[in-house]
T-cell receptor
């Protein structure tokens, strides 16, 4: 079993839809939870991060963490064609800054149709 | 956050050859990280490149196959040696974002897409 599981999609939605992207994990030591967005032919860029449990909102994006269920979500409201990208979840325990402790999901490919 | 330039952005290579990928950062950083991204798979850390010392390789990756140089605090190279079609992948350079204390938030280059025939 992978340490982080992410539904690969692809996911196709009409413009304006609410999108839900999810990851599950098995390592209870994870404390930081991140979502990266990767456009075609680009590197991943940090979209949101959350520490421990709870919700965090940034514009049309909401990140949720449920540590009891080991489940994280990213919601996109009023989705736009410009949101079409691959979304990667990532998580790590509290650390000293080494990427060795960062674990990525395999990414969900999202297409928002105009 | 840092700006990372990677080249080549893409290349098509013949089996048995080697290719060196360059990574330039616009600020000095202690550690640089090299990742591999294969279709449908998680980003996989290949190695951590430290200036002035040998790179630290992750399980499944060896120096003979992926030699790394780190001549200064803003530059690193990754060589993919004796390539086979299984090495076809995107290779990404990254550095710690440095803005979130205690978290491993990374900034990535645009990646180098290698196709081995």
């Amino acid at each position: 079993q992978k340490e982080v599981e992410q539904d690969p999609g692809p996911l196709s939605v009409p413009e304006g839809a609410i999108v839900s992207l999810n990851c599950t994990y098995s390592n209870s030591a994870f404390q930081y939870f991140m979502w990266y967005r990767q456009y075609s032919r680009k590197g991943p860029e940090l979209l949101m991060y959350t520490y421990s449990s709870g919700n965090k909102e940034d514009g049309r994006f909401t990140a949720q963490v449920d540590k009891s269920s080991k489940y994280i979500s990213l919601f996109i409201r009023d989705s736009q064609p410009s949101d079409s990208a691959t979304y990667l979840c990532a998580m790590s325990p509290i650390s000293s800054g080494s990427a060795r402790q960062l674990t990525f999901g395999s990414g969900t490919q999202l297409t928002v149709l105009p | 956050s840092a700006v990372i330039s990677q080249k080549p952005s893409r290349d098509i290579c013949q089996r048995g050859t080697s290719l060196t990928i360059q990574c330039q950062v616009d600020s000095q950083v202690t550690m640089m990280f090299w990742y591999r991204q294969q279709p449908g798979q998680s980003l996989t850390l290949i190695a951590t490149a430290n200036q002035g010392s040998e790179a630290t390789y992750e399980s499944g990756f060896v120096i003979d196959k992926f030699p790394i140089s780190r001549p200064n605090l803003t530059f690193s190279t990754l060589t993919v040696s004796n390539m086979s079609p299984e090495d076809s992948s995107i290779y990404l350079c990254s550095v710690d974002d440095g803005t979130i204390s205690g978290a491993n938030v990374l900034t990535f280059g645009a990646g180098s897409r290698l196709t081995v025939l």
